[in-house]
């Protein structure tokens, strides 16, 4: 799973309070490497442009799982795939 | 470039077309028309592009490790069609060419020695044709990319006895003979007006007799096997032709930095084909079973393995990412989307036709939640078109139907609909299903 694609993912445990479900929290040791924050001025920025690529399309988590920000609730990801199935009774 | 069109399934010259080709009624004497005919064919030229056509194959194979941005590789055969070059985006090719010697057809991949009741064309029905009766081939020397230098290919001069088949595929209920026995009648005209040696498997030359009702085409075949397997090494139940993605593909008018979705993707040919040729926008699969999920994997590592061989310098990413997720209950934010792209299930092999009265609702309203107000589209195939035109009707609010296009997927009437998203905004908070 790429991080760009975790920008478009929200959590859809029923129940939720509406925008709650985003951002899913990303579990596995990795630190990010980027600044919280974008500086002013970062489309000029080139070395921060390609950092920022490099984060969003050419890292993958490939193993770990995505917490539910409100519910706390784990989709597992593995082999790259996140699982956002819910169970028969959470549905 | 022809060779380069994705929403075509096989190519061939086109030596003569007859619109309206009047079939004597009694069989032999039909037969023995068609045998006639070879003689007073126009081969010359469409023989020089299949020539052409030849070196630039056996280019390719020999530079398979290459980059594939090699000059050979850009034929002289000109655009195809209006079409043809527009998705070449990365590339500067120069328009040379004068007359387009080709008529791009998809017809089906498989040879058909059985005629069938029904007009036989897989693909798109709204394809661009490019029938001409005259072949007209104008090899440019002089801007020539090296097709024919160096590579020890036979001048027209020499006599080559070539190897050939003849493959007819006909359709419609009026004719008097099967496509078996004109191809054996052609096929022993072709031999004695050009001496070559027919060879149903090891052929260099197949001729193609393409007889539909009154209409009949004559061409050479410049393909070897239908293309719409590419990109695809794990196959599913119901997978999809690759080059029927690229067409519904083109239909969303994809732009750079779109999101692009298939929440139903099987085995991922949608989005494999989306990721491929329209590498600048981003592409997401998901589908709830989880063998479509693991092929849809598979068949992505495979892609990425392909790309790294080609272009060793650096192995990108590719744009595409795939989630298991049920198409009911979608965990993306609501307006993220820009397009949605799928194939839904017919009912047939997957699901059931009752199954599809209440999927078919819950998955428009789904797609209109994810899709961005104004400025979404969805492209949406299905055979269960009565199914499909009443769950619409229910999502007026969110979908508008802005174009229809029928196809032939299989032998099953299907429909491939494009919708517009309105302007209403989703409400954030989801009805219970």
Redesign the interface.
């Known amino acids: 799973m790429k991080l760009l694609t975790h920008n478009l993912l929200s959590s859809h445990v029923p129940g939720l309070r509406p925008g709650a479900g985003f951002p899913l929290r990303i579990e596995l040791g990795h630190p990010s490497e980027l600044p919280p924050e974008p500086s002013p001025g970062y489309e000029a920025d080139e070395e921060f442009l390609r950092r920022l690529h490099h984060v969003l399309l050419e890292v993958e988590v490939l193993e770990g799982s995505l917490q539910c920000p409100d519910s706390g609730r784990r989709f597992p990801i593995s082999r790259g795939v996140p699982n956002l199935l819910l169970s028969e009774d959470e549905a | 470039q022809v060779h380069r069109l994705r929403s075509v399934d096989n190519l061939f010259v086109v030596v003569q077309e007859f619109k309206d080709y009047q079939f004597k009624e009694n069989k032999e004497d039909a037969l023995k028309d068609l045998e006639d005919l070879v003689k007073k064919l126009p081969w010359t030229d469409p023989l020089k592009v299949w020539e052409l056509n030849n070196s630039l194959k056996k280019k390719k194979t020999k530079r398979k490790k290459h980059n594939l941005q090699s000059p050979a590789s850009r034929g002289k055969l000109s655009d195809g069609g209006e079409e043809g070059g527009a998705d070449q985006n990365n590339t500067n090719e120069q328009e040379d060419c004068a007359q387009n010697p080709v008529a791009v057809e998809p017809t089906g991949g498989q040879d058909t020695e059985n005629a069938q009741g029904v007009a036989s064309r897989n693909g798109v029905e709204e394809e661009e044709d490019n029938e001409q009766s005259d072949v007209k081939a104008e090899v440019q020397a002089s801007s020539e990319s090296g097709a024919k230098a160096g590579d020890g290919q036979t001048g027209e001069g020499e006599a080559k006895v070539l190897r050939f088949r003849v493959t007819c595929n006909r359709a419609g209920d009026k004719h008097s003979f099967t496509s078996n026995e004109a191809a054996r009648d052609f096929g022993g005209a072709v031999q004695e007006h050009f001496q070559w040696k027919a060879d149903m498997t090891n052929f260099d030359v197949e001729v193609l007799l393409n007889i539909h009702n009154n209409e009949v085409v004559v061409g050479i075949a410049l393909t070897e096997e239908s293309l719409h397997r590419r990109n695809i090494t794990h196959f599913g139940p119901t997978t999809l032709r690759s080059t029927l993605a690229y067409g519904m593909l083109r239909l969303c008018d994809p732009k750079p930095t779109d999101?692009i979705v298939d929440p139903m993707c099987g085995t991922g040919a949608i989005p494999i084909e989306g990721a491929a040729e329209w590498p600048h926008c981003?592409h997401?699969a998901g589908d709830?079973n989880p063998q479509a999920?693991k092929r849809a994997?598979n068949n992505i590592s495979s892609l990425l393995r392909k790309n790294e061989s080609k272009d060793s310098s650096t192995a990108?990413?590719v744009?595409l990412?795939?989630?298991?997720?049920?198409i009911c209950?979608?965990?993306?934010?609501t307006g993220?989307?820009d397009i949605v792209v799928t194939d839904m299930p017919f009912g047939k092999r997957i699901g059931s036709k009752k199954k599809n009265w209440d999927l078919y609702p819950a998955c428009l309203m789904e797609m209109g939640r994810i899709c961005t107000p104004g400025t979404g589209r969805a492209v949406l195939l299905t055979q269960d078109k009565k199914c499909f035109a009443k769950a619409l009707s229910r999502v007026g609010h969110i979908w508008r139907r802005a174009q229809t296009v029928w196809v032939n997927v299989g032998g099953l009437h299907a429909a491939v609909y494009l919708l517009r998203r309105t302007s209403e905004r989703a409400e954030?908070?989801?009805p219970?299903?």
């Open positions: 999101i981003y997401i709830n999920v994997a990108l990413g744009p990412d795939v989630i298991q997720w049920d209950r979608l965990p993306l934010r993220s989307v954030e908070a989801r219970f299903w």
